[in-house]
Every structure is written in C-alpha cells, then in structure tokens.
Nanobody, 123 residues
C-alpha cells in the first residue's frame, strides 16, 4: 500500500513556472518508478513524465520536452515536476503515480495514484 500526496499547484500566467511535489509513504520508495500524469478538461488522462528509482533515466511526453523536468529525492521519498514556460494547454489536474519496478520503458500499469492537484495557466 502506497499513499501519494501532491502539492504545489495553482494559477499561473502563460510563460510562468510551477513546481509540483509528491510525497510517498507506506512502502519502500526505491522499489517504485514514479510518474506524473494529467487530465485536461474534456480529455483523457495522459502521461507526462516518469523517473526511475536509482538512475537518471527519465521519460517525457513530446509536448513537455524542454519545458518540464522530473526529479526525485529518495531520502525524502519525494518526486518533483518542475514546469517552466507554461502554456494554457498545460491546464489540467496533475496526478502523481507509482509503479512497482524500475522500468520506465512503458507508460502504463501504474498501481498507485495521488488525489490530483489543479494547475491553471492563463493566457
């Protein structure tokens, strides 16, 4: 059982930045790959980024490459999503997710989810 709690969302103008945080508890953090997903109004939930437990391996969806950066601090059981150069199309509810295992080669089969946190980008 893993509990995930997100923080750091809010309202920002186009071109601004936000950093989302997700604190995990309930199991050994380094047993899990960590990811971020988002769901925009009227759209399906989509993959945003993922980070492996130990190596620097990461994965991003094309629309955020060069703007977003995922990182993790295993000592704090925390994963971050730094979001820069935000656009109105980034507006969504963002979800932290965990999948047991080290692989980030697939973007499915995440087992645990946070409650979601809203990010709104105004034009």
């Amino acid at each position: 059982q893993v509990e995930l709690v997100e923080s750091g969302g809010g309202l920002v103008q186009s071109g601004g930045s936000l950093r989302l945080s997700c604190v995990a508890s309930g199991d050994t953090f380094t047993n899990y790959a960590m990811g971020w997903f988002r769901q925009a109004p009227g759209k399906e939930r989509e993959f945003v980024a993922a980070r492996s437990p130990f190596s620097g391996a990461s994965d991003y969806t094309d629309s955020v490459k060069g703007r977003f950066a995922i990182s993790r601090d295993n000592a704090k059981n925390t994963v971050y999503l730094q979001m820069n150069s935000l656009k109105p199309e980034d507006t969504a509810v963002y979800y932290c997710a965990a999948r047991r295992g080290a692989s980030i080669l697939v973007r499915t089969s995440y087992n645990y989810w946070g409650q979601g946190i809203r990010v709104t980008v105004s034009s």
